[in-house]
């Protein structure tokens, strides 16, 4: 549905004559080895589709989009509803701007675009001049106010289930061991069903 506002209010956004740079430049992310982070939740994002490790602070505010900067998905746009370490990715927070959903939705977009500017032959990278050099459509503040008003309600549901969904992997990773080893036992009923 965010995506089909998007289509809506700002169509033929990459034909324009002005460049995302005009509208707003991702941050680099600041470099963390697996060996230096500190045990914690906070997810550190380097090069790939997942989180590297894991540490114990932040350098970014949620909802956060991270651009992962070298290697085989150099380039992959991906949106965080929690605060992450932005290490070796791009960045655009909710501290440089209220508009992170619009902002990732045009990104997410034009992932392909995106996959196509990598530059670097061993290793492809993506840099934020790659972003900011991207031609858009001049944008109107208003509307894109506007977009962000009509779908962070969906981003916040999207975001509660996800965090909803953890809970209830942690507590069924809790208890699957204890019911298969017999540590805990089910109660049945006089017929066999569970009660």
Known sequence: MAQAYFDDMFPNVAAGDTTIGEYITPKRGKNLLSKDAISGEVPVIAGGLSPATYH????????????????ANAGFVNLWTVPVWSS??????????????FWYVMLKKRQKEIYDSQTGSAQPHIYPKHITIMPTIKLNVDEINLYTKRVTPLFKKIANNLYEISKLQLIRDTLLPKLMSGEIRVPLDEEGAVS
């Open 56 to 71: 114990n602070v932040s350098n970014t505010q949620s909802p956060v989009i991270t651009i992962s900067a070298s290697g």
């Open 88 to 101: 070796d990715s791009s960045f655009i927070d909710y501290g440089m701007t209220k508009d992170v959903y």
